[in-house]
């Protein structure tokens, strides 16, 4: 099996639907019970064997800079590729691409909004086993809302907040080197990329298992962070830039 040891990080949007959170700083710094989402995913990485990580910046990316340095206090190397214009979440993977520390060998790709904690060494593996060019880690939907329960037509109850029978992008993936190539200079790879991989045959799909957690608006990050509070899995104090209990 192919061990996996860098990562990139997509760090560069402003994400206007986290306001007023990312009014004054970017969504991967965000704080979640204490500590920006970043940390979160630095962390993570480390713990699973990864070396050497390249985050994508461009909105504020200074302060994930002051907040991450070179990486060295979460056991890692951080280096950073900086946009000088917007290029969408594909053109920013593809420029960041080029500049990790082995352009050579597979990387790992993260979204900068999500926290997880399942074994990034079990995906690498059923990347390896599978033949794909990527390999997304695929998360079970959970609704929105509550669901009726019936009989008939009289409700017995709801469930909140259901696991559905499908499976949607967790925003983390194993690239191969040589999809690299494949990406837009600017614009979406899963508007263009995926789906031309897909009909190839080389787009794989990974049911993960353990605790994910998407922080797209200002709710997830109210419900994510009493999750991490209930679980227990805040980051040390030298990692957080505000009260966890906040």
């Known amino acids: ?94 420029y960041a691409a080029r500049q990790l520390a082995d352009p050579q060998a597979p990387f ?23 033949d794909g060019a990527v390999t997304i880690a695929l998360s079970p939907y959970r609704s929105n809302w509550g669901v009726a329960d019936l009989g008939g037509d009289l409700i017995r109850g709801f469930t909140q907040s259901p696991e559905l029978p499908y499976w949607i992008n967790a925003g983390i993936y194993v690239f191969n080197h040589d999809v690299v190539e494949l990406l837009p200079d600017k614009g979406d790879h899963e508007d263009s990329t995926f789906p031309e991989l897909a009909a190839r045959g080389r787009l794989v799909g990974y049911r993960l298992s353990g605790y994910w957690r998407g922080i797209d608006t200002v709710k997830d990050v109210i419900e994510a962070s009493k999750e991490i509070r209930a679980h227990d899995r805040l980051l040390p104090e030298e990692l957080r830039t505000t009260d966890p209990n906040s």
């Open 108 to 130: 790992f790709v993260l979204n900068g909004d999500v926290i997880t904690t399942f074994s990034l060494g079990d995906l690498a593996n059923f990347h390896t086993g599978h």
């Open 1 to 94: 099996m192919i061990k996996v040891t860098q990562a990139l990080i997509l760090a560069g949007g402003q994400a206007t639907r986290m306001r007023p959170y990312t009014d004054d700083a970017p969504k991967a710094m965000v704080p979640v019970a204490g500590a920006p989402i970043v940390g979160y995913q630095l962390a993570w990485l480390a713990a699973h064997d990864v070396e050497s990580v390249t985050v994508s910046g461009g909105y504020k990316y200074e302060m994930i800079a002051d907040y991450v340095g070179d990486g060295s206090r979460f056991g890692l190397r951080v280096a950073y590729a900086i946009e000088d214009e917007p290029l969408g979440r594909g053109g920013g993977l593809k």
